[in-house]
């Protein structure tokens, strides 16, 4: 039993990787979707002459963050032709423009190719798609913030097929579009579209052909598709807006379901995994951690959190590490330390977020390399970390973008960068840069 236990472990590493090499940033939050780097030669602290800038490139508008694969950097954008952009909470802009999929050399941010569609929007917040690339061997997949699903070749951009969720399922885009960054597991890729019985959805990932669909909830949510391996299989996480779902990931058939609603519909950042404790937290301090089943698939509440414990994520997706989650909670900013196993917060700051006062939905995306902690805040800086148990400290910032979207009343920049190459990419609605972290070894 352990022999073949130790053999559904391997198999689940090697369909779960996606990235051919180890240089590479394939999709959302790297290789494996869990914001670690493992590239070696990399800065330990901003020297205080600041980091090299090796290139600079335009784009348009958008959320989504860049991916980068066998040398080249693939981001998604969005260009208005008509429409007020405005941003309003409860309020669906629209707007007439072209969405665009781009292909950039890495090296040196050379233009290789460039896919794009005419695409009218009608969302809150619209400046661009929300979901990052996804590349596979030789394809590259997109989701547009209106649900337009494709699959490009990701050598010339050769459309090899397309889904239009929207008008296929029948289904209102969710207010602040469709964000859940798609993801690909062996043969099939998995989308959160909408409707009754259609919430998650897996399509053959060369064809485009609908494999299975599953779950009925309220509203959809924003949160992506996450693979686990837990009680001997891969289980595949859905978090709607109203429960936390454990799928098959080859039939969909439901093995669990937790009740957890966060506010306005907004479950985004993914659940994480350390061990057999599951945590998963949104906006309306609405978190918890579930204990895992280790025979048969199974979750039992272990703690929820309350005003003054755990660590209630938004924007950003947590990391866990040693038993202490690291994540930036939505109502204030801040960016936290809490215990894993109890919720019990060590300590938090704005800092790294929004500076000395604190601020809804203030934002940083956390990435580990080795002992270090690279965050990339709302204000456009890449900073240089340590975080443990007894606190947060810098190694030096360094401005990277400027904060050309709002929110609040701030000027913002929120794409979460890819880490690949030695350098850091990342976006705003105005470029795309490419920031060298080699140490020069």
């Known amino acids: 039993m352990r022999m073949i236990k130790s053999l559904l472990t391997l198999a689940f590493l090697l369909l779960a990787a996606v990235a051919t090499d180890a240089a590479d940033w394939p999709q959302w939050m790297g290789p494996n979707r869990d914001g670690m780097w493992t590239e070696d030669g990399i800065v330990r602290e901003v020297p205080s002459t600041g980091l090299k800038v090796k290139w600079r490139v335009p784009v348009g508008l958008g959320y989504s963050g860049p991916a980068a694969a066998n040398g080249m950097i693939y981001v998604s954008d969005y260009v208005k032709q008509s429409g007020d952009s405005t941003n309003g909470p409860s309020r669906r802009a629209e707007l007439t423009g072209v969405e665009r999929l781009s292909c950039f050399r890495a090296e040196t941010g050379e233009l290789i190719w460039r896919h794009q569609y005419s695409r009218k929007y009608a969302l809150s917040y619209p400046a661009g798609p929300r979901a990052t690339p996804v590349v596979v061997e030789n394809e590259v997949y997109m989701l547009g913030a209106e649900g337009d699903l494709i699959c490009l070749s990701a050598d010339n951009g050769k459309l090899i097929w397309k889904r239009a969720l929207k008008e296929e399922y029948k289904v209102q885009s969710p207010i602040w579009g469709f964000s859940a960054h798609p993801l690909v597991y062996g043969d099939l890729i998995y989308c959160v579209v909408g409707g009754n019985g259609s919430v998650a959805v897996a399509f053959n990932r060369k064809n485009g052909r609908e494999h299975w669909r599953a779950l009925t909830a309220s509203e959809p949510g924003y ?15 859905i978090w709607d807006a109203d429960k936390l779902n454990s799928l098959s990931p080859t039939t969909g058939k439901v093995y669990w379901s937790q ?19 599951l945590f998963a937290s949104g906006i ?16 039992k509440l272990l703690w929820r959190g309350d005003t003054t414990t755990g660590v209630y994520c938004a924007n950003s997706t947590p990391l866990i590490v040693d038993g202490t989650i690291y994540g930036v909670g939505c109502q204030k900013g801040l960016l936290i330390a809490a215990d894993l196993k109890t919720g019990k917060r060590h300590w938090e700051t704005t800092k790294p977020t929004t500076g000395e006062r604190p601020g809804s939905h203030g934002t940083a995306f956390i990435v580990k390399n080795g002992d270090r902690y690279f965050l990339f805040n709302e204000t456009g800086d890449l900073i ?56 020069g070894s």
């Open 384 to 439: 240089v970390a340590s975080l443990s148990n007894d606190g947060y400290s810098e190694h030096g910032r360094f401005h990277v973008l400027e904060p050309t979207n709002e929110c609040f009343g701030r000027s913002v920049v929120w794409s979460h960068p890819a880490f690949a190459n030695r350098s850091m990419y990342a976006r705003n609605d105005k470029e795309l840069v490419c920031v060298s972290l080699s140490d």
């Open 284 to 299: 309306g301090n609405v978190g918890a951690a579930f204990e895992l089943g280790s025979s048969t698939p199974s979750a």
């Open 259 to 277: 009740p957890l609603k966060p506010a306005y519909g907004m479950s985004i950042a993914a659940p994480r995994k350390s061990g057999n404790i």
């Open 223 to 237: 949160c992506p598709p996450t693979i686990i391996e837990a009680a001997g299989k891969p289980q595949l996480l």
